[in-house]
């Protein structure tokens, strides 16, 4: 039995169960759901912007390092490690111009599933590096790249989520005693 | 510049920040950056907002 096309195949599945349960829970509450107000679209423009920028001077870099004979990952590879850093630079920016989610309103629920997907992420990494070791055939390869970048990208966001949070929650008390 | 009109208007209704944000659909963040005054509103949230708190432009964004 090909045990990788049955696992790819029970996660698609598991995927679109869990898409399809989203949509459903996301149609109840379409009046209300997944609208920014006017400070929030101008927050999210700006941090658009910053990863618009970010993804650019990290394209050059690769470029220039990979024109000057530099062999620590394939340019596929590369590139997806920008689109990454690009999306954190978006999520950072706009989680502390409160332009992402409710945070405030509800920690745990905005919280918990970043965790999960990054610590998933990690362990993954962690099964993989197990089996084939860190660098096989000199360089990173993409699953351990994959599983590496969006971790640490989950985890980042759950840093500065909490972080955000916290510096809230303190201006918000300091505002009251005021 | 902090907005102190709007939080005494609102306070005067006896409203939270949450109250007046569903009242005009914007986030509750929108309505703590405004009375900040760290976000400067488009005219049109600034009549939405009136209009919440039965007050006028000058009232509350005139200086």
Not at chain 1, 114 to 120: F, I, K, T, Y
Request: charged share 20%; aromatic share 8%; proline share 2%.
């Amino acid at each position: 039995m090909d045990y990788f096309a049955l696992g790819l195949g029970v996660g698609v599945l598991a995927g679109l169960l869990v898409y399809g349960a989203r949509l459903l829970a996301l149609r109840r509450r379409a009046a209300a759901c997944c609208r920014y107000d006017e400070r929030q679209q101008a927050a999210r423009g700006r941090a658009f912007r910053a990863a618009f920028l970010t993804h650019l001077i990290y394209a050059a870099l690769v470029t220039v390092l990979t024109a000057g004979g530099a062999s620590w990952l394939d340019v596929p590879e590369a590139l997806f490690l920008g689109v990454v850093i690009a999306v954190g630079v978006f999520a950072q920016v706009c989680i502390w111009n409160d332009a992402y989610f409710e945070l405030s309103e509800k920690p745990r629920a905005t919280i918990l599933p970043l965790v999960l997907l990054g610590v998933l992420q990690l362990l993954n990494v962690w099964r993989h590096v197990a089996e084939d070791g860190w660098l096989p055939g000199g360089r990173i390869d993409f699953i351990t790249l994959m599983g590496l970048s969006v971790g640490a990208l989950m985890l980042l966001t759950v840093v500065t989520a909490l972080i955000k949070l916290s510096a809230d929650r303190r201006r918000e008390a300091r505002d009251e005693e005021s | 510049m902090k907005n102190l009109k709007l939080k005494a208007a609102r306070a005067a209704l006896d409203w939270s920040q949450q109250q007046l944000a569903d009242a005009v659909g914007v986030s509750r963040q929108t309505i703590n950056a405004i009375e900040k005054g760290d976000y400067n509103p488009t005219i049109r949230l600034c009549v939405a907002i009136c209009r919440a708190l039965g007050k006028t432009l000058d009232e509350l964004f005139w200086e």
